[in-house]
T-cell receptor
Framework: GAGVSQTPSNKVTEKGKYVELRCDPI?????LYWYRQSLGQGPEFLIY????????DSGLPNDRFFAVRPEGSVSTLKIQRTERGDSAVYLC??????????????FGPGTRLLVL | GDSVTQMEGPVTLSEEAFLTINCTYT??????LFWYVQYPGEGLQLLLKATKADDKGSNKGFEATYRKETTSFHLEKGSVQVSDSAVYFCALRGYGQNFVFGPGTRLSVLP
């Protein structure tokens, strides 16, 4: 597609449930990032993929959070045993993945997760 | 670790006023610096960027200069419009590939 897309746009779940959030990056982008944005704050890095592998997962808050990108394109962020504190907007971004770190990241519209 | 500090908002200006949003950073080495904007109901969009010291990024009348000596990347616009009302995020990318964002500054421009 023309841009990064994320589904669902909104997700309401109950405490303790499992959720999956999906990201479709821009076609051809090898780098994919997940961020979490709480109300009134800037995005907080969670995990970065280069191709199929997680190159940096240092931002994942705990082992309830996991992400995959099995074919190097679509990625799924998985949250187990959700807690109310997980409520936030989850943002996905992609970039061309060129070495040097100067390329632009393009962000999706986000998935708004609400844990009741 | 790397960090970004922005002036707290909200900032409220009248149309055609001059805008400055301060941004300072802490990072090892020579990070790339970015300003992203988030309009109401929309996703983050890149506004401008600078990848080395003394570079000036510019777009849509906004400018920011990468000042290594003061570790700053202040955003400026000479004459704001109502349509500039949004949340502005300063960000850096250091040695890692991920971005570090500031908390955002909400700008409201009144007609």
């Amino acid at each position: 597609g023309a841009g990064v897309s994320q589904t669902p746009s909104n997700k309401v779940t109950e405490k303790g449930k499992y959720v999956e959030l999906r990201c479709d990056p821009i076609s051809g982008h090898t780098a994919l990032y997940w961020y979490r944005q709480s109300l009134g704050q800037g995005p907080e890095f969670l995990i970065y993929f280069q191709g199929t592998g997680a190159a940096d997962d240092s931002g994942l808050p705990n082992d309830r959070f996991f992400a995959v990108r099995p074919e190097g394109s679509v990625s799924t962020l998985k949250i187990q045993r959700t807690e109310r504190g997980d409520s936030a907007v989850y943002l996905c971004a992609s970039s061309s993945g060129q070495p040097g770190g100067k390329e632009t990241q393009y962000f999706g519209p986000g998935t708004r997760l609400l844990v009741l | 670790g790397d960090s970004v500090t922005q002036m707290e908002g909200p900032v409220t200006l009248s149309e055609e006023a001059f805008l400055t949003i301060n941004c300072t950073y802490t990072a090892t080495g020579y990070p790339s610096l970015f300003w992203y904007v988030q309009y109401p109901g929309e996703g983050l969009q890149l506004l401008l960027k600078a990848t080395k010291a003394d570079d000036k990024g510019s777009n849509k009348g906004f400018e920011a200069t990468y000042r290594k000596e003061t570790t700053s990347f202040h955003l400026e616009k000479g004459s704001v419009q109502v349509s500039d009302s949004a949340v502005y995020f300063c960000a850096l990318r250091g040695y890692g590939q991920n971005f570090v964002f500031g908390p955002g500054t909400r700008l409201s421009v009144l007609p």
